[in-house]
């Protein structure tokens, strides 16, 4: 477990939390109410941020209740905060469903965050890179 710093921007919305002791991503809050048409995105605020140490992101990932039930999902799933980012962290919603609204209240559990280590890479330029069994075959590559 690491610490982070985390500093409230919303004194009235609950901070991030995991529901359960194993839970991989920590529940993050709405910090305004919002209604989402079918087919609409908003990005949704949620009165934190964080100052993650350095080696370390964090993912702003869906939570699957609500992909599974109403459809919803995030634009940029999932989304990246850096570890130098001392913003509010943001959701950007999705409804994706075709014909229902879907309404979420300020405090509702939107998103979930995930706190990774990372590695850094430095890219070293090559005329030509060595072979594997994949190749260059993507996309589909393997069949359906
Ligand atoms: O779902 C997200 C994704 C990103 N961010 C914040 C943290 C992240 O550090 C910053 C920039 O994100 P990203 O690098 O993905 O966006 P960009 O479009 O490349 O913006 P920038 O030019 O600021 O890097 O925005 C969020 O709050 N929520
Ligand atoms: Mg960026």
Known sequence: MIEVLIQRLD????????AHPGDAGADLHAAADVELL?????????GVAIALPDG?????????????RFGVTL???????DAG??????VTLINTDAKDAVRFRRGDRIAQL?????????????????????????FGSTGR
């Open 11 to 18: 004194p009235e919305l609950p901070l991030p939390s995991y």
């Open 38 to 46: 079918p087919g609409e995105r908003a990005v949704v605020g949620t």
């Open 56 to 68: 370390y992101a964090a993912f702003v990932h869906p939570r699957s209740g609500l992909a599974a």
């Open 75 to 81: 634009v940029n799933a999932p989304g990246t905060v």
């Open 85 to 90: 980012y001392r913003g509010e962290i943001k």
């Open 114 to 138: 995930v706190v990774q280590r990372v590695e850094k890479a430095a890219f070293y330029e090559v005329e030509r890179l060595p072979g594997s069994a994949r190749g260059a075959g993507g």
